[in-house]
């Protein structure tokens, strides 16, 4: 989190800041030597392994681990794996760093380009989840989910980011091609295009209603869309899909576009870098760049006790090694200066209510946060509406005490997941050792 002081911001009104009209190209930073690819899980480790150090990759390649998992990354570059490790992100969440040396020549895969033809939903899940923006596609096969609209966000979720407004600005080819495809291959018809605080007079053509939504923060997130946009207020427990209700980025949509159109799974994503004078650059980089090679551009040194924040100043989280890669999904890096950054106090919660008046879920984050602080992760969602918050990070931004509400949040619904999963696979091993008893006996 960064000080209010950073922002010259007042908590009552806190808006997205607008790009220009006319916006300047964005600078192009190319990885020096290689990227590294996080990938998500790390399946089974006694099934053979399908890729090795040594290994040769060409860009826009299908890397999965093990034979028999469906989880995969996209070398966004050609050349040789380096080395396979184990990494530990947010919460001890595992990954494994893949790291890509990359070669002179760059050589095209063109598995996704055999598949595309006639484009298909199961094609899309397939080779598109780890293009620009993330595109959550997986979740419009599930069957137990009746999606009846896609809302594409062509607003940034946080402030000080351009990620999306620039993409609605630069690419709208790419969106409508974007949008085409989605229809195509999800049979849906009924698709939003929501713009902050810009007029899409004349945008018709793109084949999507388009609304917009203004700049009060937070009303980007898809929960304050749902409301202010549909009508529709989520409950607690629920998502916005579970009501019927698919979100993906503005950049999302242009990398489903750009994809079917090029027969190429697109690399380069959209970021914003706010250096430590305040400065905004946006940027246009290779997913998998170690930031180390992005600050060396700038001419950033990082000192001791300096901050790097990946996403924006509210609600983004920060990294501690120069070698943390650009994702699909980071829209921002901020670094702070050790003389600006905020540090979280151990000073008690003095009830001034800031945060409950702050909150736009109207959650009484004050008694919350008292039983998060206190590990009481399933207490403070049974009693306290843990799962009405939207994850804006305004109760931290106000608070007074300084206290990390907004990290207790996160680490309480990831801890009440994490239980779950761990209880639900339990089960299933139980189920399975009687059922093998039972066939045995
Ligand atoms: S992050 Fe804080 S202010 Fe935002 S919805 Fe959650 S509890 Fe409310
Ligand atoms: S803003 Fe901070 S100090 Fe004030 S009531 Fe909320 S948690 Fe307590």
Not at 193 to 200: P, R, V
Not at 325 to 339: F, K, N
Request: proline share 6%; net charge negative.
């Amino acid at each position: 989190m960064l000080k209010k002081s950073f922002f010259g911001l007042s908590p009552s009104r806190i808006a997205y800041e607008l790009l220009p009209a006319r916006q300047p190209e964005p600078d192009k930073v190319m990885p020096s030597k290689k990227v590294i690819l996080f990938h998500g899980k790390n399946g089974n480790q006694n099934a053979p392994a399908s890729f090795q150090t040594g290994d040769k990759v060409k860009t826009g390649q299908k890397i999965s681990l093990f034979a028999d998992d469906p989880a995969y990354v996209i070398s966004s570059v050609t050349g040789t794996i380096t080395s396979i490790a184990p990494h530990t992100g947010d919460f001890g969440k595992s990954y494994s760093a893949i790291t890509v040396n990359i070669a002179e020549n760059e050589v095209i895969d063109d598995q996704f380009k055999k598949k595309i033809q006639p484009p298909d939903l199961a094609g899309a899940v397939e080779f598109l989840s780890f293009a620009p923006g993330n595109p959550p596609l997986s979740a419009l096969s599930d069957p137990e989910t009746e999606i009846h609209t896609i809302v594409i966000i062509g607003a940034d979720s946080d402030l000080l980011i351009g990620t999306n407004q620039s993409v609605v600005k630069s690419k709208l080819d790419a969106i409508k091609q974007g949008i085409k495809i989605l229809k195509d291959i999800s049979g849906i018809e009924k698709i939003i295009l929501i713009t902050a605080g810009e007029s899409m007079q004349g945008y018709g053509h793109l084949g999507a209603q388009v609304k917009n939504i203004g700049t009060d923060y937070p009303a980007a997130l898809p929960e304050m869309i749902m409301k202010n946009v549909l009508g529709e207020v989520v409950p607690a427990g629920k998502s916005c899909r579970d009501l019927g209700v698919f979100f993906l980025t503005a950049e999302a949509a242009a990398s489903i576009g750009k994809a079917f159109d090029d027969g190429q799974i697109p690399v380069r994503k959209i970021l914003t870098l706010v250096t430590k004078d305040g400065r905004q650059h946006l940027i246009e980089t290779v997913i998998g760049t170690p930031i180390r090679d992005i600050l060396n551009t700038y001419g950033v040194s990082i000192n001791e006790e300096d901050r790097i924040i990946f996403g924006g100043p509210m609600t983004g989280s920060a990294v501690y090694s120069l070698d943390q890669p650009v994702l699909p999904d980071t829209d921002g890096i901020i670094v702070i200066d050790r003389s600006d950054a905020a540090y979280a106090s151990s000073y008690p919660c003095i009830n001034c209510g800031e945060c409950v008046r702050a909150c736009p879920a109207r959650i009484q984050v004050h008694m919350l946060v008292r039983f998060l602080e206190a590990g009481h992760y399933e207490e403070g969602a049974d009693n306290y509406d843990l799962f009405s918050c939207m994850e804006c990070g305004l109760c931290s931004f106000v608070c007074v005490s300084k206290i990390p509400i907004f990290q207790y949040i996160k680490l309480a619904k990831y801890e009440i997941e994490r239980a779950k999963t761990a209880e639900a696979m339990e089960t299933t091993e139980t189920k399975t050792i009687e059922a093998t008893e039972a066939t045995d006996g």
